[in-house]
C-alpha cells in the first residue's frame, strides 16, 4: 500500500503520522503543498497542526492549496483519504466532507485521552475494530465542535456515516463525555461513499506502547488488508 | 473600488467568544442584551464597473471569506 502525507505550513503531526504509517508497513511519501501531482497513492492523509496559523478560519487556507484539486480528484476517483484534526477541519473547507468544526464550547484548547466508540467497522478504515469497542485516544485542539445541518446530520445517521462518538469509560455517549460541545457527541465522519474519514482524535499518537497505547493501530491495520 | 465585508455567524450558531464578551460587558455595568462576534475585511477591488465589482466580492466571500455553513456575509461599498 501507497500512502501520501500532505504537508503545510504549520502542519506539526505529519512526522508522527509517517512513522505511524511506515510501522504498519506503508510506503509513505511526504507531499509539499505547493506541488501540483501527487504520488501515486492508495490512501491520502491530511495531517493535524495548525496550517497556515489558523488564519481566517482553521483549515481555510490549507483548503485552497494547489495539491488540494489533486486530492479532490484523487478522492472523487475513490482513493482513500484519511483527514486527522487539522486535516479533518481542512477537508470540511474542501467540501470532500460535509459539516465544520467551530470553537471548542469551553474555548479551551483541549489536550487530553478520551474515550471514542466505534460506530461503524463495516468500512475500510475501521473493519478491524469491533462495533461499538471503545477506544482511549488522544485530542489537542481548539476547534473540535462538529456541528452541521439538520439534514445532513440526518443522512449521517441514516446512512451509518458516523465513524466515531465521544464517549464515557462505560461507553456511554452522554454530555459529560462530550469534550468539546460536538453535535450528538460526533467525533468522525465518513462521506457517502466511505472513502474519506475526517477524525478529531489522533490514531497515529496510539500505536507504540512505550508512548501511549495501541488503540489507534487496528485503523492503520484496517488499510493494510 | 472599495468594499467592507462583514462576515458573522448565523443565528443559530454557537458564538461562545461573543457570549463571554457579552458577559465581560454587562460586569462592566453595560447595559445590553446580545452580541455576535464577527470578522471585517476591506477590500480594494481592481474594477471599475460597479456591478462587476460587487459580484467578484460575491465570490470572494463564497469562495473563502466566509463558511456558508455557519457563516453569513454583508457587502458594502465604501
Redesign the interface.
Known sequence: MKSSVIVFPGSNCDRDIAVALTKMQFKNKMVWHKETRLPKSDLIVVPGGFSYGDYLRSGAIAGKSLIIDEVIKAANNGCLVLGICNGFQILTETGLLKGTLLRNKNLKFINKDVQIKVMNNDTKFTKKYKKNQFLKINIAHNEGNFFTDPLHLEKLKKNNLIAFKYCDAKGDINDEANPNGSLENIAGIFNTKKNILGMMPHPERMVDDLISNTDGINLFSSLIN | MKFSVTVTLKKD??D??GK?VQNTLINLGMNLSNIRQGKYFEIEVNEKDQTKAEKNVDEMCK???A?L??EDYKVNKL
Do not use: A, F, G
Open positions: 450558531v454557537l461562545p467568544q463571554v469562495k473563502l471569506l463558511n455553513i455557519i
